[in-house]
């Protein structure tokens, strides 16, 4: 299995001075508001005095839920109270559920490649997995139904959970079809399994934002998961679950972190004075631009011989090098002075994916994308060759 032996953390955090980061999964430092929540604290604290700072926390709390509840209901899912539950991000959300629904007996189906925290995550619990390739379009359904039929006929095990990131997934950057959205929930139906809708950059579209699964759900099977990591700041930690309320009393049961009440009422003080559509708007244009920049670069500087998937929003950019392990040349990249990370890391059998990587456009000034995949690109241009000539 994945990461046993070789986690990408060892590098990702150390890498050489000057690296130009195409590898980072973060947001550009410049939309970070860190002089807004710098005044929400102070608000806060000036407002609250120590209340934020104790175990019960600040009278806030309920209000960071509410503006999560009335965010649903806009992109299409009314949710009482007690069907949302906040989380220390979504990583947290995910390790929850897996807890709750998983044993040692229970099948995942995931998309492949696939987040490579999830991926970890699901490894603790259960060692059975379905893995359905992606496209252009995202998760193959026509294919996942092919497999789902052959294993019932067989007499196989059917998955119990399907995980999927639906919406500018996470290596590859593309989105699920409506005509596939719609396929995978009468799929779920069919075949009794319940999907969990990883939504963590499902607010950074281009153009227009798809349907939420959890909006096209009629019978209740999606277990939906948000981040404000992606359009607030990671280090807030703010996630969430929206299920049916009998789920989300037993994950409430195993979240013991005693709900992290500084965290939650800083952001709560930050988004009742965030215009919150325009904060997106802002974060989306410069998304954008940074991927026109990138797609445009790798137009000029990778050799012929490589493709990507063109995201529709999100962070990032999947790429092929075909014939070329782009492990092993994350060593030449880095004395080039660029990172990137090798598509083995978001596959279950780290030999699968040995051909891409994933580069990100959040993180990396326009400049400093323009000139990493040129770096990248003189590096790729000489291995290919090298592979050829084997």
């Known amino acids: 299995m994945a990461f046993k032996n070789d986690p990408p953390g060892q590098w990702l955090s150390t890498l050489p001075p000057g690296c130009l980061r195409l590898s980072s999964g973060y947001p550009d430092p410049v939309l970070v508001p860190s002089k807004e929540i710098k005044l929400a604290v102070t608000r806060l604290l000036e407002e609250e005095g120590d209340l934020p700072l104790h175990y019960m926390g600040s009278p806030r709390i309920p209000q960071l839920k509410k503006f999560l509840q009335k965010r649903m209901a806009q992109r299409g899912v009314e949710l009482a109270f007690n069907e949302l539950l906040i989380t220390s991000g979504a990583c947290q959300a995910i390790d929850l559920i897996a807890r709750v629904l998983l044993d040692n007996e229970a099948v995942v189906a995931i998309e492949s490649p696939s987040y490579m925290e999830a991926l970890e995550i699901f490894q603790n619990y259960t060692p059975h997995y379905m893995t359905i390739p992606i496209d252009e379009n995202g998760l193959q359904t026509e294919l996942f139904a092919d497999m789902l039929k052959d294993r019932k006929e067989k007499g196989q095990p059917l998955p119990r959970l399907l995980y999927t990131i639906p919406t500018y997934q996470n290596p590859t950057g593309t989105t699920l079809s409506l005509e596939r959205r719609q396929h995978l929930l009468e799929l779920a139906e069919q075949y009794d399994f319940v999907i969990l809708e990883d939504d963590a950059y499902g607010e950074l579209g281009f153009q227009d934002v798809p349907h939420l699964l959890k909006a096209m759900d009629p019978t209740n099977r999606v277990l939906y998961v948000g981040s404000l990591s992606k359009v607030v700041a990671p280090g807030m930690r703010i996630g969430w679950v929206v299920a049916d309320k009998l789920l989300i009393e037993p994950l409430s049961w195993f979240k013991k972190d005693l709900d992290h009440p500084f965290d939650q009422a800083t952001m709560a003080s930050f988004l009742e ?33 490589v493709s990507w998937f063109v995201p529709k929003g999100g962070y990032f950019v999947w790429v092929k090098v075909p014939g070329v392990d782009t492990s092993k040349i994350l060593a030449e990249a880095f004395d080039a002075g660029v990172s990137f990370v090798p598509g083995k890391y978001f596959f279950l059998e780290q030999q699968e994916g040995l051909e891409y990587m994933r580069l990100s456009f959040s993180y990396a000034t326009e400049e400093e994308i323009v000139k990493g995949v040129e770096l990248l690109g003189q590096v790729i241009g000489k291995n290919i060759v090298v592979a050829e000539n084997h």
């Open 273 to 305: 004075v965030t215009d919150f559509d325009q904060h997106l708007h802002a974060l989306t244009n410069v998304y954008a631009s940074k991927c026109q920049t990138m797609l445009l670069a790798l137009e000029k500087f990778l050799p012929s011989e």
